[in-house]
T-cell receptor, first 110, second 112 residues
Framework: GQQVMQIPQYQHVQEGEDFTTYCNSS?????IQWYKQRPGGHPVFLIQ?????EVKKQKRLTFQFGEAKKNSSLHITATQTTDVGTYFC??????????FGEGTQLTVNP | DGGITQSPKYLFRKEGQNVTLSCEQN?????MYWYRQDPGQGLRLIYY???????QKGDIAEGYSVSREKKESFPLTVTSAQKNPTAFYLC???????????FGPGTRLTVT
């Protein structure tokens, strides 16, 4: 079946350092979504990317969708303690359902 | 307030008992989903429904059952056949399967 792989599984950074998580699919995606889950909370939708090569920014967060629409990344510049949580990508192939990656758990040391 | 509610937040059951988790949404969404999350793990899809009176199995449907008699409600029953039911259960909804999903606060089920 369709799989969405996400790396790394864990990332520990010092406050102020940058952070990147990567998402890779075995099949071409019609769109990719990113979610954030705070510790003890539930996933919250961040953004959706649809176009090949698309780049979107939300303050310190930069989201990219690969040219082949099989990979995506989320980059956080100058992390803050409020960025702590697990970041999930979710990819949707055409005609199929959304599939979540395993997530990257980010911890930020103050 | 529009949103998704799940109740209860914490649920404790004895092994061998069936238990039903509630999920209600007032977002007028057609699609609803149930996920299971184990500690430090990702989201695994149990069942989903794209329309009333219709639902499909996800990746880990064995030991679970659902119903979708109303658009607003998508209850999940964890049966005694589920080998390892202790987990965090998340319900979600979306306008349809193309759009982003909105998650409820989740139910933490402990079976001893």
């Amino acid at each position: 079946g369709q799989q969405v792989m996400q790396i790394p599984q864990y990332q520990h950074v010092q406050e102020g350092e940058d952070f990147t998580t990567y998402c890779n699919s075995s099949t071409t995606l019609s769109n990719i979504q990113w979610y954030k889950q705070r510790p003890g909370g539930h996933p919250v939708f961040l953004i959706q990317l649809v176009k090949s090569g698309e780049v979107k920014k939300q303050k310190r967060l930069t989201f990219q969708f690969g040219e082949a629409k099989k990979n995506s990344s989320l980059h956080i510049t100058a992390t803050q303690t409020t960025d702590v949580g697990t970041y999930f990508c979710a990819g949707k192939p055409s005609g199929s359902r959304l599939t979540f990656g395993e997530g990257t758990q980010l911890t930020v040391n103050p | 307030d529009g949103g998704i509610t799940q109740s209860p937040k914490y649920l404790f059951r004895k092994e061998g008992q069936n238990v039903t988790l509630s999920c209600e949404q007032n977002l007028n969404h057609d699609a609803m989903y149930w996920y299971r999350q184990d500690p430090g793990q990702g989201l695994r899809l149990i069942y989903y429904s794209q329309i009333v009176n219709d639902f499909q199995k996800g990746d880990i449907a064995e030991g679970y059952s659902v119903s979708r008699e109303k658009k607003e409600s998508f209850p999940l029953t964890v049966t005694s056949a589920q080998k390892n039911p202790t987990a965090f259960y998340l319900c979600a909804s979306s306008i349809d399967r193309t759009y982003e999903q909105y998650f409820g606060p989740g139910t933490r089920l402990t079976v001893t």
